[in-house]
């Protein structure tokens, strides 16, 4: 077996790559929409997702809803109060919401997976932009919420192998 010397220099300079990584695919996740704005343009996000996608091993999913969903509000209120969920979600999957309302339906983008019947609606890619699953959320829900067990079936289902 050969030694390599690598200068003191040199390790400490690949330390810190390695240390900013998350970082940056922390900060990366930062450029995407927290809420359904329907100024964004949903097709650079997606890029963008897929790219952190592809950087940290996850897949995406796509949550296709509006300001005017008391449903997609729900969702967001629901991981918010469930911290284990929320950790698996962000473990496994960059989160994109893409809006749909008067004032932009996203048509052109949206046309490229299968039709929608109610939202919010969730879509999952792998790292590359296929699809992998067509999610219609009535089935997590549960009562005036969303079912914690049919939730993290769902997660855990479409999560990538690793």
């Known amino acids: 077996m050969r030694h390599v010397s690598v200068s003191r220099r040199a390790f400490v ?19 995407l929409p927290h809420d359904f704005d329907p100024a964004r343009d949903a ?16 897949n995406v999913i796509v949550d296709v809803g509006g300001e005017w969903c008391s449903w997609c509000h729900i969702m967001d209120r629901f991981f918010a109060a469930d911290p284990e969920l929320d950790r698996l979600r962000d473990r496994n999957f960059v989160w994109l919401k893409v809006n749909f309302s008067k004032q932009n339906p996203n048509e ?55």
């Open 108 to 162: 052109a983008f949206l046309r490229r997976w299968p039709k929608i019947e109610g939202y919010p609606h969730l879509f999952v890619l792998d790292a590359t932009g296929r699809l992998l699953h067509s999610q219609d959320t009535s089935g997590l829900e549960s009562g005036r919420s969303y079912d914690p067990a049919a939730v993290y079936a769902f997660l855990a289902k479409w999560a990538p192998r690793r």
């Open 43 to 58: 097709a650079r996000d997606l890029d963008t997702a897929l790219r952190i996608a592809r950087a940290s091993n996850r």
């Open 13 to 31: 300079a690949a330390i810190a790559l390695l240390a900013t990584c998350p970082v940056a695919v922390a900060a990366d996740t930062r450029l």
